[in-house]
């Protein structure tokens, strides 16, 4: 049988690599898919507990997480391009350094 | 029997393309490895009984907002990251125990045996009942919901508006 206890454990594991890859990381796009597999791997959680429960709204809150991840991906790739156009990079290191 | 084989398989690959994406150099590998990963998460929704929402997350999720990362991806001209390996031994260090923490204590630690496994009725998951509770019950949320699209819009276009006057 496929318990939901197996995916509340696979859920643990994509959240710590994508927590993972957001420290070590240095690139803007990457960061942000980093933070990606965070939202997906909450989802994969909602989806077991709601099974788990045999109830419905953690599937209501997936659709919440989905569209907060859709907006906030529009807007953080229009801040790249800005990002990219200001200072020429997208090293987050280097745009710290870096005064007009 | 066989559909526990199945379900580990895509879990499996669920996992390794997500640290794909993790140890990848090139930006735009990572983010195909990631649709990749999505899929595989898709798959696995569906032996939770999600069947709506693995739609979803294939039509939205991977087909909207995957895409359109890879279209900005394409745009910008982003160098190959120098790998994960060769960052600060701190940073490396630090990361490492967050790892083993957020993994070595919730198994150890967490009683899994306490997550039940209900038996759900063939609409569970389905789009009739979804759709019914989020126009229902949760009806505050769901306009708070489209509120926040129309936000996010705003915020896009308002970064990228360029007057007639500016140069490029």
């Known amino acids: 049988m496929i318990e939901p206890s197996n995916v509340i454990l696979i859920s643990l594991v994509l959240f710590s690599i994508g927590m993972v890859g ?64 200001e200072f020429g990079t997208l090293n987050v290191m280097d745009i710290s350094k870096l005064r007009n | 029997m066989m559909a526990q084989l199945v379900f580990w398989m895509f879990a499996g690959m669920a996992i390794l393309f997500t640290l794909m994406v993790v140890f990848l150099k090139n930006p735009l590998s990572s983010a195909l490895s990631l649709v990749a990963s999505f899929f595989c998460v898709s ?18 999720y991977t087909g909207a907002i995957m895409v359109l990362f890879l279209y900005c ?15 600060h031994l701190s940073r490396l260090v630090f990361a490492g ?60 276009v308002m970064l990228t508006y360029k007057n007639k006057e500016q140069h490029d």
Request: glycine share 6%; aromatic share 10%.
């Open chain 1, 22 to 85: 957001m420290i070590t990381r240095k690139d803007a796009i990457t960061l942000f898919l980093c933070i990606e597999i965070m939202l997906n791997a909450a989802n994969v959680a909602f989806v077991g507990f709601s099974k788990s429960m045999g109830q419905l709204e953690g599937h209501v809150a997936v659709i919440a997480v989905i569209v907060v991840a859709a907006t906030e991906a529009a807007v953080a790739l229009s801040l790249a391009i800005k990002i990219q156009k």
């Open chain 2, 97 to 156: 125990l967050l790892l083993f923490n957020f993994i070595y204590f919730p198994v150890v630690y967490f009683d899994f045996n306490k997550i039940q496994n209900q038996s759900v009725n063939a609409e569970f998951g389905g789009m009739a009942v979804i759709g019914d509770m989020l126009v229902k019950d949760h009806v505050i949320l769901f306009e708070w919901l489209s509120v926040l699209l129309l936000l996010g819009i705003m915020a896009v």
């Open chain 2, 73 to 87: 991806l394409m745009l910008l001209n982003l160098q190959e990251d120098q790998g994960i390996m060769k960052t």
């Open chain 2, 43 to 60: 798959a696995i929704y569906v032996f939770m009984h999600a069947t709506f929402l693995s739609v979803i997350q294939i039509l939205v």
